[in-house]
């Protein structure tokens, strides 16, 4: 009997510590945020969040203190390879007397744009925008000469060493065209092929943009 009452004193002991334990630190902690509560600014937890007993009106209730997160610091301008501006075709590049600078070398050809701003864009692809007369320069520093050809679209120019030569042309029709080298020109002369691309303005943007400087 003694033994039966020690275990139940002992349970109902456990039971209120535990809930002394699980009370929050206010005893006037309502279940949730917008409870009531009984003491201004008393604080307290409800499950995980951090109350505030606010005055609203005439009420007392609790108010989360979860403060709103900081802004997010930006992280420092990476400065990114800067967009070609919509009028980089029309008004930029156009005042430029080399839009595009074709470079044929022993064995290869490259092809470098020069921006509005004077900075340039590097390209293993000719893009050429369509419908527009597009100013070429054609270099040729090697000591050989080199056939600068397109036959899908009917050009053909020759790069002589040490002279760079000057032509407008217009490409009428979007398309891919395959370019190559018609001269002989040393042993790595079946390698200089390219590929020129005719595009709408706005892909010849995009082509610039993801070109490297
Ligand atoms: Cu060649």
Redesign the pocket.
């Given at each position: 009997m003694l033994n039966s009452m020690k275990r139940t004193a002992l349970a109902l002991l456990s039971f209120l510590l535990l809930i002394c334990l699980s009370a929050p630190s206010d005893a006037f902690a309502a279940n949730s945020v917008g409870g009531a509560c009984k003491k201004a600014h008393a604080v307290s937890k409800i499950g995980t969040v951090q109350v505030v007993c606010t005055k609203v009106g005439k009420k007392l209730i609790w108010k989360s203190a979860t403060r709103a997160p900081a802004a997010q610091q930006s992280s420092p301008a990476l400065s990114p390879t800067p967009t070609p501006s919509p009028t980089a075709i029309a008004a930029g590049v156009a005042k430029n007397s080399d839009q595009v600078r074709v470079d044929?070398s022993?064995?290869s050809f490259s092809f470098v744009y020069t921006l509005d701003d004077k900075s340039t864009r590097k390209s293993s692809t000719l893009f050429i925008p369509q419908g527009k007369v597009f100013h070429f320069s054609l270099a040729n520093s090697a000591d050989?000469?080199?056939?600068f050809w397109i036959p899908g679209l009917s050009l053909n120019k020759e790069a002589v060493p040490g002279e760079t030569s000057r032509f407008d042309f217009t490409a009428e029709k979007v398309g891919t065209y395959p370019g190559l080298?018609n001269?002989v020109?040393?042993r790595g002369?079946s390698g200089?092929t390219f590929t020129a691309q005719v595009v709408s303005d706005a892909d010849f943007l995009k082509a610039l943009a993801s070109m490297s400087s």
């Open positions: 044929a022993s064995w050989t000469s080199h056939g080298c001269i020109c040393g002369h200089m």
